[in-house]
T-cell receptor, first 114, second 112 residues
Framework: EPEVTQTPSHQVTQMGQEVILRCVPI?????FYWYRQILGQKVEFLVS????????KSEIFDDQFSVERPDGSNFTLKIRSTKLEDSAMYFC????????????FGSGTRLTVV | GENVEQHPSTLSVQEGDSAVIKCTYS??????FPWYKQELGKGPQLIID?????GEKKDQRIAVTLNKTAKHFSLHITETQPEDSAVYFC???????????FGQGTELSVKP
């Protein structure tokens, strides 16, 4: 079964450093999403991306966050200057269309900011 | 606003019993309601979903019911097994762009 692959699985970073989280979507999927889950809390929407641009972003997704699809395959989430409160699991999700949905989530990147 | 409420937050059942988790949503335009199972250290895995034109859907031991008038939907797991132990999340689609809004999660524990 096709998978969404995320790397790294765990990232530890110093506060103020930049991090890039990577996702390889399923090959024929066109809609990409990033979600965040703080430990013990619910999964929260960050951003959706389609046709090489952001479709929607949440209040969490401030100027410190950015997304891009640099090479047509990877889909990345960049946090420019990490804060302690950015510590969370970050999930990439992709779908082929927003009519039949059929989202697939990656296994996540655990980001720890120290 | 965009909101999905999920109850209970924890649920403990004996193996073989049924488990029911309930969710309510706020946007009457929502038309897709998936349920995800999340095991420790893993991403959410879709276990069943339902669309707004259907009132009930069943897949072996798992069923989902939807009441559009009341804006609530429920997950039913029958003949529970220890491997059903996990955190379960409901979600609702909130716009045409496919944004999912998740409930708070239910930690299900099935005791052998």
């Amino acid at each position: 079964e096709p998978e969404v692959t995320q790397t790294p699985s765990h990232q530890v970073t110093q506060m103020g450093q930049e991090v890039i989280l990577r996702c390889v979507p399923i090959s024929n999927h066109l809609y990409f999403y990033w979600y965040r889950q703080i430990l013990g809390q619910k999964v929260e929407f960050l951003v959706s991306f389609y046709n090489n641009e952001i479709s929607e972003k949440s209040e969490i997704f401030d100027d410190q966050f950015s997304v891009e699809r640099p090479d047509g395959s990877n889909f990345t989430l960049k946090i420019r200057s990490t804060k302690l409160e950015d510590s969370a699991m970050y999930f990439c999700a992709t779908t082929g269309d927003v009519v039949s949905y059929g989202y697939t989530f990656g296994s996540g990147t655990r980001l720890t900011v120290v | 606003g965009e909101n999905v409420e999920q109850h209970p937050s924890t649920l403990s059942v004996q193996e073989g019993d049924s488990a029911v988790i309930k969710c309510t949503y706020s946007d009457s335009a929502s038309n897709y309601f998936p349920w995800y199972k999340q095991e420790l250290g893993k991403g959410p895995q879709l276990i069943i979903d339902i669309r707004s034109n259907v009132g009930e859907k069943k897949d072996q031991r798992i069923a989902v019911t939807l009441n559009k008038t009341a804006k609530h939907f429920s997950l039913h797991i029958t003949e529970t097994q220890p491997e059903d132990s996990a955190v379960y999340f409901c979600a609702a689609i909130y716009n045409q762009g496919g944004k999912l809004i998740f409930g708070q999660g239910t930690e299900l524990s099935v005791k052998p």
